[in-house]
């Protein structure tokens, strides 16, 4: 008997979640389409208007890893999520300076600098940038827009809420454009929703100049042959350039032995003029 309730209970949890994903996506075709609030947003300060809040920010800090950590937790906790977060070290300016015969000292100076995108419940916002100033030494730009997205929303509900079913069946056998028009309105709508309930904020932290400091090797140096080796390589050498001479010189016995002939027969010439005068 034992064996036959887990599955039956593994079928209705399926059969749960099935109907729980099924209800949760006409759930959101609904709030995509619905314009029962149309009638509430007289007043600007309205609750049902659709107010999508960001804000981009840069700030200097004392330590950039501090405080992207510190932003990157406060976020967690106020249920948002994290959507970029970029640490870079551009160096400004790079010196080799001599130190030692085999080593150099390398010097850097950079500015660590952070990029994030954070993405927090909306009514969360205030809290996050009341806690900038407790990790930031002062702020250098800081821009909080609302964007007022409420009658494009309305426009989109307005225009899938004049397709009526009947209507939309007749127009799906002809071309289906009208239906494509209409999931496109609901994405758009939703899209909305999603900047509504969850503000985006980028922000930009910037630390001081720093400087790093270290040895390298001197590769000139270490490319150096030492003396002893210097001297070996050139008795070598030497003695390689004498051989390539005496066989160079060898190489030519023919031009060595016209001249030869040459000198003996101007010497033997010489000593019969000699004879000759006595």
Known sequence: MRYLVTPSIAALLLLAACNASQSSKEYAAAAADSTGFADDITSMHSSSRKIARSADIRCRV???????????TTVTQLGGLVTQSTIESPAIEQRTLSYKPDSLKQ?????????LVLRVPAY???SLLHLLPQVTEFTEYRDLRQDDKTLAYLANALRNEALRPAQLKSKIA???????QAVDRRIDNLQILDDVHYATVSIELAQPAQVYTTTIIN??????????????????????ALQSLF????????????IATGWWLYVTRKRKQAVRGA
């Open 62 to 72: 004392r330590n950039v890893q501090d405080a992207t950590l510190a932003l990157e």
């Open 107 to 115: 010097v850097i100076s950079y500015t660590p600098i952070a990029h």
């Open 124 to 126: 969360h916002l205030d």
């Open 174 to 180: 002809d071309t289906g454009i009208n239906t494509l």
């Open 219 to 240: 590769t000139d140096y270490a490319a150096t042959e030492p003396f002893g080796r210097q001297l070996a390589n050139s008795l070598y050498n030497g003695w390689a």
């Open 247 to 258: 066989v160079a010189l060898v190489a030519v016995w023919p031009l060595w032995l016209m």
